[in-house]
């Protein structure tokens, strides 16, 4: 190897990416993350105008080539019709980062105890979470699969690996409200992790590599009584920051990963060797 070689193998110049969710709280920092390691970026989620404001940043910010969509990930028709318009405006995909996830529009039903909780939230929850990352991965897999060559990065969460540990929520709000874990949600990212090795052994011998990465808990606005249960749960003793989930994303959709796939990469700061 010449020198710079290693280095050269988280270079994104030249490559084409979707982030799904793009405008949430970890899908504009995968979005700069992938820009300021040169790639071009497709930022997609429900609502146009934070996807389009989104995209103007990193032009700006990064000096690369972006774009933003609106498309409910839960219409298989129009996933397909986004896929095609993207590709013809910025060029054929190489990078899929699959992150779009609900909490549907009734944060008080999505919270609801598991007990009373409403068969319509879970299905909701279930469409975004799971169909949702099927439909995407299908549209942008198979295009990859007919050039051979491709990296699917899907976001799952350490509560797709993990039960949620009751007592940290004791006392625990999120901006104000109260906060638990719903078993949809467990569930959904679960079934992200079984999808993902599914594809990774479907595509594999096309050259498209399908792993998924499973954050542990985002600092993101929680009470301090919340931070300081989970972080006593935790090696490293914290809470997880956007950032230090980055260069794990970064790591899977570059070339410096690429005997990797199949695998679920775990973000956690050692929470699941407890």
Not at 223 to 244: H, I, Q, T, W
Request: hydrophobic letters at 40%; glycine letters at 12%.
């Amino acid at each position: 190897m010449t020198r710079g070689s290693y280095r050269r193998l988280f270079d994104l110049a030249g490559r084409r990416a979707l982030v799904t969710g793009a405008a949430g709280i970890l899908g504009g920092r995968f979005a700069e993350g992938l820009a300021d390691s040169g790639a071009a970026v497709a930022c997609l989620d429900l609502e146009d105008g934070p996807c389009q404001a989104l995209a103007r940043r990193l032009e700006s910010d990064y000096g690369v080539a972006s774009l933003g969509a609106a498309c409910d990930v839960r219409e298989a028709s129009r996933v397909e019709a986004s896929i095609v318009e993207i590709e013809g405006r910025l060029g054929p995909l190489d990078i899929l980062i699959n992150n779009a996830a609900s909490k549907t529009d009734s944060i008080d039903r999505f919270l609801a105890p598991l007990e009373d909780y409403d068969p319509d939230t879970w299905r909701q929850v279930m469409a975004v979470n799971l169909d949702g990352a099927f439909f995407v991965a299908r549209a942008v897999g198979r295009r990859m699969a007919e050039r051979g060559r491709g990296s699917i990065v899907q976001i799952a969460s350490i509560y797709g690996l993990l039960g949620p540990d009751q007592r940290i929520y004791e006392g625990s709000e999120y901006r104000g409200r109260t906060i638990n874990t719903p078993p949809v949600y467990t569930a959904s990212k679960g079934g992200v992790i079984g999808l993902t090795k599914h594809l990774a052994t479907y595509w594999g011998h096309r050259g498209v590599r399908v792993n998924s990465l499973t954050p542990g808990g985002v600092e993101s606005g929680q009470n301090a009584a919340f931070r300081e249960r989970y972080a006593a749960r935790v090696p490293l003793g914290r809470m997880a920051s956007e950032k230090d989930i980055v260069g794990a994303m970064l790591f899977l959709a570059s070339d410096a990963s690429s005997y990797v796939t199949g695998h679920n990469l775990v973000v956690d700061g050692g929470l699941a060797a407890w």
